[in-house]
């Protein structure tokens, strides 16, 4: 099964983040397919390279690059959401691109689930 995540929960204020990481380690750990994340509203926090966690916090940013580097998932941040927030291509954490709504309109349909994180 192929899925595809869309992610509108911030890093650091909610669980639904992590949730989103632990879904898409379980999703390529297993004999699926992950398409796309897509990153969305104040999701767009997790791409932030400039992001400082405290010492005893999960730091998902890094997490997420890890992920995107280590197995290739493409991490995608929604350009409005990440202007809005002030996400730019010179803070963008490695592993993430910077696009617009048709990357998760694409994933979408490429996908057979597209699972949401954060409301």
């Known amino acids: 099964m192929k899925f595809a995540i869309l992610v509108t929960a911030g890093p650091f204020n909610r669980q639904a983040a992590g949730s989103a990481l632990a879904f898409a380690r379980a999703v390529l750990d297993s004999e699926h397919e992950l398409v796309r994340v897509f990153f969305y509203s104040d999701g767009v926090h997790s791409a932030n390279r400039l992001a400082a966690p405290a010492n005893d916090e999960h730091n998902l940013v890094r997490d997420w690059s890890r992920l ?21 291509e010179a803070n963008l954490a490695p592993g993430f691109r ?9 994933a979408g349909i490429l996908a057979d689930r597209l699972i949401t994180f954060g409301a």
């Open 98 to 106: 910077i696009s617009g709504l048709g990357q998760l309109v694409e």
């Open 68 to 88: 995107a580097t280590e197995r290739g998932v493409d991490l995608v941040v929604c350009i409005a959401a990440g202007l809005r927030r002030g996400v730019r």
